[in-house]
């Protein structure tokens, strides 16, 4: 009896310590992914703070459409949007097939082009789509983007009589 008595013992033990390891291997990959969770968020904050400075040899109705502050050139914060919707776009990479799907918003401050934008909504979704399927996946980084909206708005701005778009936001971007 005492033979069983020693062998419970030793497995008792053993139990104890492969629950303390495992106890120990949780609390230490917990660790890790918090630290990572923490700096991924540092970085996310970082990059999104960080706007990109906009080349100053943008056509004039662009750059008119801009503010400087600190030296650097911001875009215009529009007083009204209109919503386009989404966009899911063949994008032009050879011997792969990519695709971009969006939602853009435009940005006016003159109210009475609300009107004219209901009316000519295909004609600016069209316009959009040609911009957007002569791009290729890599023409999307956060310079590439501002370029976009660069080239969308240089697009549309001459289908409008009662004022100009100042703005293009994309609510989201996804490139596959």
């Known amino acids: 009896m005492s033979e069983n008595t020693a062998k419970e013992g030793k497995g008792k033990k053993s139990f104890k310590v492969i629950i303390i390891i495992i106890v120990i291997a949780l609390a230490i990959s917990g660790g890790v992914f918090g630290g990572y969770m923490l700096v991924n968020k540092n970085n ?11 080349n100053n040899n943008l056509p004039s109705q662009v750059a008119s459409a801009q503010t400087t502050v600190n030296g650097a050139i911001q875009p215009a914060i529009s007083d009204y949007t209109f919503e386009l919707g989404e966009f899911l776009v063949n994008l032009s990479d050879e011997g792969e097939k990519r695709f971009v799907k969006t939602n853009i918003h435009i940005g006016y401050s003159n109210k009475k082009l609300v009107k004219e934008l209901q009316s ?5 979704r069209d316009a959009i789509n040609s911009v ?3 791009k ?7 310079k590439g983007t501002e370029d976009i909206k660069v080239e969308i708005l240089n697009r549309i701005n001459p289908m409008f009589k009662e004022g100009r778009c100042e703005s293009v936001y994309f609510n989201e971007i996804l490139v596959q």
Do not use: C, I
Request: net charge positive.
């Open 44 to 54: 996310s904050q970082a990059n999104g703070n960080n706007m990109q400075v906009v």
């Open 132 to 134: 957007l399927r002569s």
């Open 120 to 124: 000519k909504t295909p004609m600016l």
């Open 136 to 142: 290729k996946a890599k023409d999307f980084t956060p």
